[in-house]
């Protein structure tokens, strides 16, 4: 079964720290927090949209994906009514890229990243 989801909400903004340009915009998403591979494919449509839009400069789209949110920080007013339709079209995109073939395999077992994940040791505090 392929993964789809969509925008499911209005946008909320808040203010970001006094030394960043721009706001932060939440936008809701259906159908749960999306895969890792939701998420990068959505990175990737949202970016080829974003390009050649010459207003995205404080725009950070490092974490994106934020549970059952998309996360846009650093959105400013001259580059805001833009942003909806690329988002639209770049989830639209996202889920047409999962949905046209399966997963990339594994590289390894999960016993085994669980194996490597138990030997990472923190120092004692």
């Known amino acids: 079964m392929s993964e789809t989801h969509q925008i499911a909400?209005?946008?909320q903004g808040e203010p970001l720290a006094a030394d960043r340009v721009g706001a932060r915009i939440r936008v809701p998403l259906?159908?749960?927090a999306p895969s890792p591979r939701w998420s990068r494919a959505l990175g990737a449509q949202l970016t080829n949209e974003l390009s050649g839009h010459a207003a995205v400069?404080?725009?950070r789209l490092g974490e994106l994906v934020q549970g059952t949110d998309l996360v846009l920080d650093g959105v400013e007013e001259r580059e805001a009514p833009d942003l909806g339709a690329c988002?639209?079209?770049a989830v639209a995109a996202?889920?047409?890229c999962v949905a046209d073939g399966p997963a990339l395999p594994e590289n390894m077992p999960q016993a085994r990243a669980e194996a490597i994940a138990a030997r990472v040791q923190?120092?004692?505090a």
């Open 9 to 11: 909400g209005a946008p």
């Open 30 to 32: 259906s159908g749960g």
């Open 57 to 59: 400069g404080h725009l």
């Open 87 to 89: 988002l639209a079209r």
């Open 94 to 96: 996202a889920n047409a």
């Open 122 to 124: 923190p120092p004692a």
